[in-house]
């Protein structure tokens, strides 16, 4: 059972780039979501989904686009990299509202 | 908004003392609350879920408390061991979203 799988593990852009983090799970988890981990500040929410074909934003959406037209697969897109945005990239899933959440092993992106 | 605040940032402890991180929230309406561990240039694992009518739950050596109405939870690591060594973080969970802590770095002496 995989679980949780994202790609790649490192990526490096040159500001303006843009590219497509990609998150699969094959737990049948209605709810996918991605968040963001900098030093010192915790992880912040980006945008999830609630089912495919359902998004929303999360606490630091700008930048990203996300969509979901499976049940499996969240992937996010950055269109314009900026240096602000390198950071470690975190895709979770869970099976319902409130439930536990599990994790994949993250995306270290790095804009120069 | 929800903000969780973890406090220490860091500790450290010779082998076999009990670690007790503790974890503050603003919003007490929250559906659960979930502590994970995660080690340095890895992914975040779960260790404990509380539900959000449970006072406390336990799993081996961890013991975790909830206090809603006073917006607390504290995650009690028993004879600690050097493996244990690791940032410990905390994660409140409302409807489909959650609100971390900036975790509390725990280092085991040997």
């Known amino acids: 059972n995989a679980g949780v799988t994202q790609t790649p593990k490192f990526q490096v852009l040159k500001t303006g780039q843009s590219m497509t983090l990609q998150c699969a799970q094959d737990?049948?988890?209605?709810?996918m979501s991605w968040y963001r981990q900098d030093p010192g500040m915790g992880l912040r929410l980006i945008h999830y989904s609630v089912g495919a074909g359902i998004t929303d934003q999360g606490e630091v959406p700008n930048g990203y686009n996300v969509s979901r037209s499976t049940t499996e697969d969240f992937p996010l897109r950055l269109l314009s990299a900026a240096p602000s945005q390198t950071s470690v990239y975190f895709c979770?899933?869970?099976?319902?509202?409130?439930?536990?959440?599990?994790f994949g092993s993250g995306t270290q992106l790095s804009v120069l | 908004k929800q903000e969780v605040t973890q406090i220490p940032a860091a500790l450290s402890v010779p082998e076999g003392e009990n670690l007790v991180l503790n974890c503050s929230f603003t919003?007490?309406?929250?559906?659960?609350l979930q502590w994970f561990r995660q080690d340095p240039g890895k992914g975040l694992t779960s260790l404990l879920l509380?539900?959000?009518?449970?006072r406390e739950q336990t799993s081996g050596r961890l013991n975790a408390s909830l206090d809603k109405s006073s917006g607390r939870s504290t995650l009690y690591i028993a004879a600690s061991q050097p493996g244990d060594s690791a940032t410990y973080l905390c994660a409140v969970i409302g409807d489909y979203k959650l609100s971390f802590g900036a975790g509390t770095t725990v280092t085991v002496r040997a």
């Open positions: 509380i539900q959000s009518s449970q």
């Open positions: 737990m049948n988890h209605e709810y």
């Open positions: 919003d007490s309406a929250i559906y659960n």
């Open positions: 979770a899933s869970g099976p319902g509202r409130g439930e536990k959440l599990f």
